[in-house]
């Protein structure tokens, strides 16, 4: 049993998991992928790709990023599924390829309009810091600390 209310988290990669420099990793970030997936939450990423197909990106990200440390369903990448942040359609689809609640679901990026639209179709969102001050390290512990208050309602 996980130690967190959302049983799927999904990521942006621009600023959120990588850096102002996309083959390096934001501080934490794989610590943080690594946490999470230990405590059986299924990961996702949505992001906007322009017109870059998966080889193409792999490219530009470090050279240890791995998709298989996603669901595969829950990779959301504009090139490959025709619809951009903060289009509220793309954050729709997120939550069918989950197969759960919007509620159960959460959205992890530095901008402000994803993380509204996010919750705008009932997500719940987590709006970081971008780099070089990211606070991302700090997503698994205030998660937990979010579901023991929950648990003591």
Known sequence: MSNYIHPVIFFDLGL????????????GA??????????????????NT????????????????????????LVLLSS?????????RIFRLAIERSGLAAAECLYCSEDLLETLAAQSVG??????????NSDLRLLPERLKALSKLHDAV
């Open 16 to 27: 959120t998991l990588v850096g102002p420099d996309p083959k390096e990793w934001t501080p």
């Open 30 to 47: 794989k610590t943080v992928l690594s946490d999470l997936r230990a405590a059986k939450v299924r990961l996702g990423v949505i992001s």
């Open 50 to 73: 322009r017109d870059l197909n998966r080889p193409e990106l792999e490219a530009k990200l470090p050279s240890d990023f791995k998709w298989t440390l996603f669901t595969s369903k």
């Open 80 to 88: 490959e599924v025709g619809i951009e942040k903060p289009d509220l």
């Open 123 to 132: 997500m719940s969102a987590a709006r970081v810091l971008s780099p070089p």
